[in-house]
């Protein structure tokens, strides 16, 4: 059976663009549940994450098997802290955010959420979580107390991503963060996606379509659309 990880690099091997919609547990409206996963299937998503910076409800389990019910596409847990594992995704993004110099981010979190990942059967991939300034202070900067990595720095943002795949991440993810009023650089996209030999995930900020295809241009290997679906679930109908 071939992993989520080893699909990652099957698809950049053969230049497969992937897309993933993230969700807020807290942003869910469970009135609507079933129609919003429709349009979920409706749609190219080739992968869903469940996760925020500061989940406040307990329902991501509930979520993870409504989802279940209704989509045969992998959930993989994108999340702020420990409490925001269920053993019921597929798999998790182990996210090191390397951008910041906060520990709790860095390893802490990590170190505490052993215990739980080891009851679990989830697939737990490694990634180097980097957080690009990008106009406005977004919830990840807010809840890491970290400041994101300056986007007129390209060479700065290239090194990081590097000291994260030297030190064993298996993935690199760009992100101006939720609710970015400016998505990340296509030239830093580029330059990055050039220089490493790991997946490149890109998300914050894409508001249409034409954002998702020029990330994908610049060399990003998965885009993660967010906001812009949780204000629109016929974002994919939408012209460009």
């Known amino acids: 059976m071939t992993t989520i990880y080893q699909n990652f690099l099957n698809s950049r091997i053969a230049n497969k663009k992937l897309l993933a919609i993230l969700l807020d547990p807290d942003k869910i409206d469970w009135n609507t549940i079933v129609t919003l ?7 190219p998503a080739t992968h869903i994450f469940i996760g925020g910076s500061q989940v406040e409800n ?10 279940k019910e ?3 596409l992998p959930i993989l847990l994108f999340p702020g802290n420990p409490s ?3 053993s019921e995704a597929d798999g998790i993004l182990f996210l090191s ?4 110099r906060n520990p709790d981010y860095l390893i802490e979190h990590q170190v505490n959420a052993v215990p739980i990942l080891k009851q679990t059967n989830l697939e737990i991939i490694s990634t180097g979580y980097l957080l690009i300034e990008s106009g406005t202070k977004t919830a990840v900067e807010r809840v890491s107390n970290t400041k994101p990595l300056d986007r007129d720095n390209s060479n700065y943002v290239l ?3 590097q000291a994260g795949e030297m030190l064993g991440n298996k993935l690199i993810y760009l992100e ?3 609710g970015a009023k400016q998505a990340v650089p296509l030239e830093m996209i580029q330059l990055v996606a050039q ?4 997946p490149l995930l890109v998300g914050g900020g894409i508001t249409d379509l034409q954002g998702i295809q020029n990330a994908y241009q610049a060399g990003a290997d998965l885009v993660v659309i967010g906001t812009a679906f949780e204000n629109n679930s016929d974002f994919f109908n939408q012209n460009t």
């Open 37 to 43: 996963i429709d349009k979920i299937k409706e749609s």
């Open 84 to 86: 925001q594992i269920s």
């Open 195 to 198: 220089n490493i030999k790991i």
């Open 70 to 72: 209704n989509s045969v």
């Open 176 to 178: 101006a963060g939720s």
């Open 159 to 161: 090194q990081t991503a």
């Open 58 to 67: 307990n329902c991501i389990t509930e979520l993870i098997l409504k989802i």
């Open 97 to 100: 955010l390397l951008s910041g």
